[in-house]
């Protein structure tokens, strides 16, 4: 799905951010895809800025946990993408959207 979705929007687009977290929505564990698959993209790597979101599961909420605390997680994950987009790509406030 990346690579036709880098493919078919790559002449309107300057830049890709890619972060990739470590664990699933419920905090499961879970490998870094495109980074095991990195080499797939090196046609693309003009306009990928990649950032890892390695996150400590003391700090997320378990699956065993009530749902309420995944959310907890998508607003860590929201919150990192949003930092690496005005500090690492410099976006302006007005792009963000």
């Known amino acids: ?33 495109f980074a095991e698959n990195r080499h797939r993209f090196e046609w693309a790597e003009s306009k990928i800025v990649y950032r890892q979101l390695t996150v400590d599961h003391e700090l997320l909420a378990d699956e065993s946990q009530d749902a309420r605390y995944g959310w907890v997680n998508v607003e860590k994950t929201r919150d990192a993408v949003t930092w690496h987009l005005r500090n690492v790509v410099h976006a302006a406030d007005k792009t963000l959207y």
């Open 1 to 33: 799905m990346l690579e036709i979705r880098l493919e078919e929007v790559w002449p309107y687009v300057d830049l890709f951010l890619i972060v990739e977290a470590n664990v699933t929505f419920t905090g499961l564990s879970k490998p870094l895809i």
